[in-house]
């Protein structure tokens, strides 16, 4: 468990790998907290899933060589 890494480094005075501890676990919060905050936006907007299909759909075509190269 992160927050456990965390009291773990501290009580142990390495400040090196509590801040490693540390910015692993808000890393992490924060990530979260980003996807639920855009999946709370994009709730009822089918908009949003239909860019979304088409942006991958387009990063899943293979270059094609244009004629002018």
Known sequence: M???DIISQALDNNPLNLKKAF???MTTRVRA???QKY???TAGHPEV???ET???ELAAEPE???EED
Do not use: G, I, K, R
Request: glycine share 0%.
């Open 33 to 35: 907290a980003l996807n």
């Open 39 to 41: 999946q709370d936006m």
């Open 2 to 4: 992160p927050v456990n």
């Open 54 to 56: 088409m942006a991958a």
């Open 64 to 66: 094609t060589p244009s």
């Open 23 to 25: 910015d692993a676990e």
């Open 49 to 51: 899933t239909e860019v």
